[in-house]
């Protein structure tokens, strides 16, 4: 494109090209540089059309992945509070066995001193 303007403004500067045709020349070299730019922008135009389509497919897939892990936490969270629960009642059945062991001791400890007297 550059080339026909040198062509043309050297060919007009010599006087060789009429007027008619320097204005033929210049509608083609406009027209060609309208082209141009239609077509630059249809491409950037499409460029961010593609790019906005992977952005919004990354923020689904992240938003999938988000999703994923809170059901897993909640998943994890409900466990645990069955193992502490586990845990509790345990502790719980124990302490009435020790409890009960302590009375025996007691109960043990009076007859041995009733025995001694």
Not at 49 to 63: H, M, N, S, T
């Amino acid at each position: 494109m550059l080339a026909v303007l040198v062509l043309v403004g050297s060919a007009t500067g010599c006087g060789l090209v009429s007027d008619k045709t320097k204005q033929e020349a210049k509608k083609k070299v406009e027209s060609k540089a309208r082209q141009a730019e239609k077509t630059i922008e249809a491409k950037a135009q499409q460029a961010k059309q593609e790019v906005k389509k992977k952005i919004e497919a990354g923020q689904e897939d992240l938003q999938k992945k988000v999703d994923d892990l809170k059901k897993k936490v909640e998943a994890g969270q409900e466990d645990l509070k069955k193992k502490v629960d586990d845990v509790h009642k345990d502790v719980n059945d124990l302490q009435k066995k020790v409890d009960e062991l302590l009375k025996k001791v007691d109960a043990q400890k009076q007859q041995d001193q009733k025995a001694k007297k």
